[in-house]
Each structure stands twice: as C-alpha cells, then as structure tokens.
C-alpha cells in the first residue's frame, strides 16, 4: 500500500459506522470491504499468523511449495473449525479476511509471521526471533491463546499445536515418511 500498489482490507463493523469508515478509506488503489463477522473476522486475523509461522518454518525447511500450499489449505481448515465452534460464519474464512489475508500473509516475503517461522526452522530460538526480525511476530504469542480457545471448544489444531511445541523453539523436523 505504501508503494501506492493497489490492495484490500475489511473493516470488521456493523451498520453506518462501519459504512462511513469504508467511504471515508476506499480509493482508486485501496478497496475497503465490510464484514458485520465480528468474531470470524477476529478470529482470521489471529489465526493466519499462526499458519504464516508454520509456512515460514516450512520454507525455512526448504519442502517446497507443494508442501506449503498443503499447509496453507489445511491451515484455512483449522481457521474455519474454531471459527464455526465460536459462531463465525463460514464465509468470512473464504474471503478477504479469511483466505486472502491468510495467502498473503503465508507467502510475502514481507510477512513479519512467516520470516518468523523460517529463522525459527534455521535453528534461532524462538525468544529471540523478533529482536533478529526487528518487529513484533503476532503469531509467537497468538498460537498459545489459540489453543486455549479450542481446547475450551474441544477442537483440533494440529498445525497451530505443532508451532507451540517446544521442539518448534529449536529446529523443527520434518515429518517421518512411512
């Protein structure tokens, strides 16, 4: 957006305000769109950080796009469950704040998320990532509060579950192949 690019975002909101700050942003090079999904927008703006950390660590790991783009398509999956167990719509995660902020988030090579996760794979620990990046990685403290919320709503995250294991500090493995 900076480098006048055109781009998108959603303002979460409902009724005239959320219409008035979509009037008052939108332009010839940035589209506003508004959600009245509070929480699945929320809920996406949380969680595709932790699958960007996860997408780092696998590039990081050098497996390749086709792994990546698994786990970018998983990741939406995970999204959506804890999404649905908390009352998002299901829409909102096939969308702009759901798939849209989560590809960019998972493959620019500007993402704070998945550079995160790639010096994470390259054996830099953890706690030490953000001052290496210079910047905050959302998804290193967000992944925790994920797995709160589902295991309060008995559902799984099998990829956020393996960016909080502590072998994940380190260097993680790749999985073992029958």
Do not use: W
Request: aromatic share 2%; glycine share 10%.
């Amino acid at each position: 957006m900076a480098a006048g690019q055109p781009t998108a975002a959603v303002v979460a909101g409902e009724g005239d305000l959320a219409r008035r700050v979509q009037d008052l942003l939108t332009d010839r090079r940035f589209r506003v769109y508004v959600n009245d999904d509070l929480v699945g927008v929320e809920l996406c703006a949380a969680a595709k950080n932790v699958i960007a950390v996860a997408a780092g660590m696998s590039d990081g790991l050098g497996l390749g796009d086709n792994a990546k783009a698994s786990l970018i398509t998983r990741g939406l999956a995970e999204m959506t469950r804890l999404g649905l167990a908390y009352g998002a719509r299901p829409a909102t995660f096939r969308g702009l704040a759901g798939m849209g902020d989560l590809v960019a988030t998972c493959t620019s090579r500007h993402s704070r998320n998945r550079r995160a996760g790639e010096l994470i794979a390259q054996g830099v620990p953890a706690n030490e990532v953000e001052a290496r990046i210079g910047q905050v990685a959302e998804g290193l403290p967000t992944v925790a509060s994920l797995l709160r919320l589902a295991a309060a709503a008995a559902v799984e995250l099998p990829i956020s579950a393996e960016v909080a294991r502590p072998s994940a500090a380190g260097r993680p493995r790749p999985a073992s192949r029958p």
